[in-house]
T-cell receptor
Framework: KNEVEQSPQNLTAQEGEFITINCSYSVGISALHWLQQHPGGGIVSLFM???GKKKHGRLIATINIQEKHSSLHITASHPRDSAVYICAVRYSGNTPLVFGKGTRLSVIA | GAGVSQSPSNKVTEKGKDVELRCDPI?????LYWYRQSLGQGLEFLIYFQGNSAPDKSGLPSDRFSAERTGGSVSTLTIQRTQQEDSAVYLCASDGGQETQYFGPGTRLLVL
């Protein structure tokens, strides 16, 4: 069965902490996405990865293709980072995304 | 507009009624996706359109659900004889072949 597993499900952090959210998948993929969903419901694409590492501001995403694992890191976390972070994969080409259940992050000032 | 738009933003309907949800993708994007997010649940795929190819309907939960895409642009998701379990946020996304999907704001459907 093709599954995307995320951990942790919920995460509470103090402002300034370094945060890691993990994602693992079961079969080969063409790309992995990290998405952010704020309480209002809108979804924003943060990263799309097929190998290696990407960085944007305080966000870093890495992927290990051999281990079928990706991590999203947030450095110097801030309350505005509070959101649900969703890992999603594509198995080939322009096919629909398969989503993890999300990680609910709360950053407390 | 610059992004994916959806309408209505909220819809309240009575059980048994039909509803239509609309998605306007980013101009020029050939791929369009419908997803659903039920309360407390993750996102699930419903249907996918790619260019002029036959749509991938493998995610539709029942034959009460259907979707069409006219002229390769606007798409309408129709739910017939709505049930309470259809209550969810319905999200549309599009991409232009670069693999990044752009999501609309969603339609929040409540079936009473």
């Amino acid at each position: 069965k093709n599954e995307v597993e995320q951990s942790p499900q919920n995460l509470t952090a103090q402002e300034g902490e370094f945060i890691t959210i993990n994602c693992s998948y079961s079969v080969g993929i063409s790309a992995l996405h990290w998405l952010q969903q704020h309480p209002g419901g809108g979804i924003v694409s943060l990263f799309m990865l097929s190998s290696g590492k990407k960085k944007h501001g305080r966000l870093i995403a890495t992927i290990n293709i051999q281990e079928k694992h990706s991590s999203l890191h947030i450095t110097a976390s801030h309350p505005r980072d509070s959101a649900v972070y969703i890992c999603a994969v594509r198995y080939s080409g322009n096919t629909p995304l398969v989503f993890g259940k999300g990680t609910r992050l709360s950053v407390i000032a | 507009g610059a992004g994916v738009s959806q309408s209505p933003s909220n819809k309240v309907t009575e059980k048994g009624k039909d509803v239509e949800l609309r998605c306007d993708p980013i101009s020029g994007h050939t791929a369009l996706y419908w997803y659903r997010q039920s309360l407390g649940q993750g996102l699930e795929f419903l249907i996918y359109f790619q260019g002029n190819s036959a749509p991938d309907k493998s995610g539709l939960p029942s034959d009460r659900f259907s979707a069409e895409r006219t002229g390769g642009s606007v798409s309408t998701l129709t739910i017939q004889r709505t049930q309470q379990e259809d209550s969810a946020v319905y999200l549309c996304a599009s991409d232009g072949g670069q693999e990044t999907q752009y999501f609309g704001p969603g339609t929040r459907l409540l079936v009473l």
